[in-house]
T-cell receptor, first 111, second 114 residues
Framework: GESVGLHLPTLSVQEGDNSIINCAYS??????FIWYKQESGKGPQFIID?????DKRQGQRVTVLLNKTVKHLSLQIAATQPGDSAVYFC??????????FGSGTRLLVRP | GAGVSQTPSNKVTEKGKYVELRCDPI?????LYWYRQSLGQGPEFLIY????????DSGLPNDRFFAVRPEGSVSTLKIQRTERGDSAVYLC????????????FGPGTRLTVL
């Protein structure tokens, strides 16, 4: 079936640097994409979303970029902090209500 | 305000037993979702409720799994004749009900089948 995947299972960055987490999706019918952050023992926490009619959206310290031509999604975190350490999932949705998640990228922030 | 809550937080059971997992959505949210997350994986969709009815149960793995939401608020996921492969974290999410309304997740119930 259609799936969402991530290129890098683990990303290690220095505190204060910018982080970029990538995601590839395969369902060309998907028109809505979301990034979630999941800390150990907790449920996924919404970070930011983007619709397919956009190619960029910014939040507080986070930016999501969407490239529909190559079916690629990225999450940029500015000035990464220790509290950003977590597993990050991208998810997609087509015309249905269910989210399809990738397998996640673990972000480790070095002090 | 209160988020999505799930009980119990942990459940250990023996193979073949019946279990019930409970989800209390955010007040006013008409849509409720169940997902299952295995270790090291992203959540996988199980079932979606709009109000009291199951609008999409295509993710339920087999007929041992069943979920209800009788009054359009609290939902219970029921698993009969549990198997070791059912061990996972079961996540519940709720949303206002629109197609692109954000799904807010609860902390999950960790189910371990011995």
């Amino acid at each position: 079936g259609e799936s969402v995947g991530l290129h890098l299972p683990t990303l290690s960055v220095q505190e204060g640097d910018n982080s970029i987490i990538n995601c590839a999706y395969s369902n060309s019918a998907s028109d809505y994409f979301i990034w979630y952050k999941q800390e150990s023992g907790k449920g996924p926490q919404f970070i930011i979303d983007i619709r397919s009619n956009m190619d960029k959206r910014q939040g507080q310290r986070v930016t999501v970029l969407l490239n529909k031509t190559v079916k690629h999604l990225s999450l940029q975190i500015a000035a990464t902090q220790p509290g950003d350490s977590a597993v990050y999932f991208c998810a997609e949705r087509d015309s249905s209500y269910k989210l399809i998640f990738g397998s996640g990228t673990r972000l480790l922030v070095r002090p | 305000g209160a988020g999505v809550s799930q009980t119990p937080s942990n459940k250990v059971t023996e193979k073949g037993k019946y279990v019930e997992l409970r989800c209390d959505p955010i007040s006013g949210h008409t849509a409720l979702y169940w997902y299952r997350q295995s270790l090291g994986q992203g959540p996988e969709f199980l079932i979606y409720f709009q109000g009291t009815g199951a609008a999409d149960d295509s993710g339920l793995p087999n007929d041992r799994f069943f979920a209800v939401r009788p009054e359009g608020s609290v939902s219970t996921l029921k698993i009969q004749r549990t198997e070791r492969g059912d061990s996972a974290v079961y996540l519940c999410a709720s949303s206002l009900g629109g197609l692109i309304d954000t799904q807010y997740f609860g902390p999950g119930t960790r189910l371990t089948v011995l």
